[in-house]
């Protein structure tokens, strides 16, 4: 076959070349749908998906939705599973804000986050207190807003009594992903915990059990479970074609006749060579690279004539 070159305004492109950038470009329009964040987006009064009907884990954990139109109106509701808690709080990066710290209106169903004065990370989490236990969700979201502040400060601070923490946490517009190495602390009234058994569970389906250092830190490689989850789609299952996960991590401890439980859950992505992603970053890459033609070949012609110039004087 003859590949016959293309001549668009000074831009000469082979028909080869296009037909290769189209088949590559188009499936990744359709997959940048898959493409989320470390939150759920769905319309504010959506029904749950199907996936998350299924009880996948007995632990506690903070969901996080997204409603709202556009930006401007959009709102962050935390919707606990399995704990009853009695108060939900966040607490802001920006630690000398006003608002660091404060109690979110609970309607004994869903919390709503609500607007803050500055962006950032905040660290949401539920509890719920008995006579003889005490039991907490805890999880971050990132609100893309001016004011963002390094969150590894208010992270450190003591919010409850028995702690799993990030170390650290993705940066934004970043996330969790399989195949990746990530440390979690593991602390009990801000001292480490040794030896510590923690418990994660997938949505996905994985389970795994690790142990605290001698540091208190527990190093979880996050499972590439994706590929059983597609596999499960083509047999008749329903993932709704959604390329994100959650898990959760948990653990237990009793001291003084009281046992305290806490999970931190959040999302994870596929790992960043898998074939999907691989594609779609070829894809977005070649767009790019076709977008940005154009401007290079006008700056160019301009400076040409600007030396032209230059000699005619």
Same mark, same amino acid.
């Given at each position: 076959?003859?590949?016959?070159?293309?001549?668009?305004?000074?831009?000469?492109?082979?028909?080869?070349?296009?037909?290769?950038?189209?088949?590559?470009?188009?499936?990744?329009?359709?997959?940048?749908?898959?493409?989320?964040?470390?939150?759920?987006?769905?319309?504010?009064?959506?029904?749950?998906?199907?996936?998350?009907?299924?009880?996948?884990?007995?632990?506690?954990?903070?969901?996080?939705?997204?409603?709202?139109?556009?930006?401007?109106?959009?709102?962050?509701?935390?919707?606990?599973?399995?704990?009853?808690?009695?108060?939900?709080?966040?607490?802001?990066?920006?630690?000398?804000?006003?608002?660091?710290?404060?109690?979110?209106?609970?309607?004994?169903?869903?919390?709503?986050?609500?607007?803050?004065?500055?962006?950032?990370?905040?660290?949401?989490?539920?509890?719920?207190?008995?006579?003889?236990?005490?039991?907490?969700?805890?999880?971050?979201?990132?609100?893309?807003?001016?004011?963002?502040?390094?969150? =590894? $400060?208010?992270?450190?601070?003591?919010?409850? &009594?028995?702690?799993?923490?990030? /170390?650290?946490?993705?940066?934004? %517009?970043? @996330?969790?992903?399989?195949?990746?190495?990530?440390?979690?602390?593991?602390?009990?009234?801000?001292?480490?915990?040794?030896?510590?058994?923690?418990?994660?569970?997938?949505?996905?389906?994985?389970?795994?059990?690790?142990?605290?250092?001698?540091?208190?830190?527990? =190093? $979880?490689?996050?499972?590439?479970?994706?590929? &059983?989850?597609?596999?499960?789609? /083509?047999?008749?299952?329903?993932? %709704?074609? @959604?390329?994100?996960?959650?898990?959760?991590?948990?653990?237990?401890?009793?001291?003084?006749?009281?046992?305290?439980?806490?999970?931190?859950?959040?999302?994870?992505?596929?790992?960043?060579?898998?074939?999907?992603?691989?594609?779609?970053?070829?894809?977005?890459?070649?767009?790019?690279?076709?977008?940005?033609?154009?401007?290079?070949?006008?700056?160019?012609?301009?400076?040409?004539?600007?030396?032209?110039?230059?000699?005619?004087?």
């Amino acid at each position: 076959m003859i590949s016959k070159p293309i001549n668009q305004g000074g831009m000469v492109m082979s028909s080869r070349a296009l037909t290769f950038a189209a088949m590559v470009a188009v499936p990744c329009l359709f997959m940048m749908p898959a493409i989320s964040a470390n939150a759920e987006l769905q319309p504010k009064h959506a029904k749950h998906s199907m996936r998350d009907a299924v009880l996948w884990t007995a632990y506690p954990r903070l969901k996080i939705m997204m409603g709202g139109e556009n930006r401007a109106q959009r709102e962050v509701t935390l919707l606990p599973k399995n704990i009853a808690p009695n108060s939900i709080d966040a607490y802001s990066s920006n630690i000398k804000s006003p608002d660091a710290h404060r109690q979110l209106p609970y309607d004994l169903v869903t919390a709503k986050l609500g607007k803050s004065a500055t962006g950032g990370f905040y660290w949401l989490s539920a509890r719920e207190d008995q006579a003889d236990k005490v039991t907490v969700a805890s999880t971050v979201y990132y609100m893309s807003e001016r004011g963002s502040k390094n969150p =590894t $400060v208010m992270f450190m601070q003591q919010k409850n &009594a028995l702690e799993i923490i990030p /170390q650290p946490f993705p940066r934004e %517009h970043s @996330r969790y992903r399989a195949s990746e190495d990530w440390k979690f602390l593991v602390r009990f009234n801000s001292q480490p915990l040794v030896q510590q058994k923690v418990n994660m569970v997938t949505q996905n389906g994985s389970k795994i059990e690790l142990l605290s250092d001698a540091q208190g830190i527990v =190093t $979880v490689h996050m499972p590439d479970d994706f590929k &059983a989850m597609d596999e499960q789609r /083509q047999d008749g299952g329903h993932n %709704h074609g @959604r390329r994100t996960s959650e898990f959760v991590l948990a653990t237990e401890y009793a001291d003084a006749g009281k046992t305290y439980l806490t999970g931190f859950n959040n999302s994870y992505g596929p790992d960043a060579f898998d074939q999907r992603s691989l594609v779609a970053g070829l894809g977005f890459m070649l767009l790019g690279m076709m977008g940005a033609a154009p401007l290079l070949r006008n700056r160019k012609v301009a400076k040409k004539a600007a030396e032209t110039g230059k000699k005619e004087l």
